[in-house]
């Protein structure tokens, strides 16, 4: 449920980032890339990531920002970039991009008005990854030693089944699907400051006694970001239905309602169309801090920032 729904079913506690170290992470990037934007943008002067010609770069602040605290601890961030989405998602798709318009429309709006507060809050909304935030963060993860992997299709998905397969210990994201794509671990709410908040997929299936399959079905019955839900069905109610025995077609069939296309659905999450998982682990390398600073100088960063973000890192 990109469905915060979800999180009525979900067993979630604090977890501090000193008992992930020397862990490997598997980054929703986009994710990582459309919080920190957001964040940032309310706060930080757009001379610092704007450039002459109007890009804006808040990317590379995300990655100074909120990388020193995981390679502090020694946990390696593998950064997972989606592919093309599915074509179900593309009324959701859609829908954020209305709604980012509508963003960028009232952000203009209260720059006339001479509101800057307004203003920030309604540029914050807009934040979109264009193709320089996508060719600028893979040059810096480049630079910063930093693996990244293209998913080639959803990459919470990629990330979930790489810690599924062995190949990451925890997914970090703030979306619940990855308890769907089958995450045995997701770190919440990661800011770099004070705790995240663990998910844990074993936990909540034995909280509710009830299988992944049974999980993905009632996600169905809510609604997911390929589906609209069934009225009158939220987490509790479908758990307490499914416990009892019933299936997704029974409950269609007692409200009258219909899901097209079930059973791809249950396929979008329990067998995504993604690249294949690397052969060999990825693994981070040492960070390059001059070829970091010459990148950062190239997308027009300040060079006080730059110098003062680098001292963020750990030594090495």
């Not at 450039?51 to 590379?60: C, K, Q």
């Amino acid at each position: 449920m990109g469905n915060s729904a979800l999180r009525q079913l979900a067993a979630l506690e604090e977890q501090k980032l000193t008992e992930n170290a020397g862990q490997t992470v598997a980054v929703d990037a986009h994710h990582w890339l459309h919080r920190y934007m957001a964040g940032l943008t309310r706060y930080a002067d757009p001379d610092i990531y704007e450039m002459e010609d109007g890009t804006e770069l808040v990317n590379l602040l995300a990655l100074f920002r909120g990388l020193p605290p995981l390679l502090r601890h020694s946990i390696t961030p593998i950064f997972v970039f989606d592919g093309d989405p599915h074509e179900r998602k593309e009324e959701t798709i859609q829908s954020r991009k209305d709604a980012k318009k509508k963003a960028e429309k009232k952000m203009k709006e209260a720059a006339e008005r001479g509101d800057l507060e307004e203003m920030r809050r309604y540029r914050s909304q807009a934040q979109s990854l264009t193709p320089a935030v996508h060719e600028s963060t893979r040059g810096m993860l480049e630079r910063l030693g930093v693996p990244f992997i293209e998913a080639g299709g959803s990459g919470e998905a990629y990330a979930a089944r790489l810690v599924a397969e062995g190949s990451a210990d925890a997914v970090l994201t703030d979306d619940y699907d990855s308890l769907l794509f089958g995450a045995p671990l997701t770190l919440r709410q990661y800011s770099g400051d004070g705790p995240a908040e663990a998910m844990r997929l074993e936990q909540t299936l034995e909280q509710h006694g009830i299988d992944r399959e049974e999980l993905i079905d009632i996600a169905i019955l809510c609604g997911t970001d390929f589906n609209d839900g069934v009225s009158g069905i939220g987490p509790k109610r479908g758990v307490k239905k499914i416990s009892n025995g019933m299936t997704v077609e029974d409950i269609l069939c007692e409200r009258e309602a219909e899901i097209n296309g079930l059973e791809e659905l249950r396929s979008l999450f329990l067998n995504p169309d993604l690249n294949a998982l690397p052969s060999s682990q990825p693994e981070r390398s040492d960070p390059d801090f001059s070829a970091v600073e010459s990148y950062a100088r190239k997308w027009e960063i300040p060079g006080s920032y730059i110098s003062d973000n680098l001292k963020r890192f750990p030594e090495y």
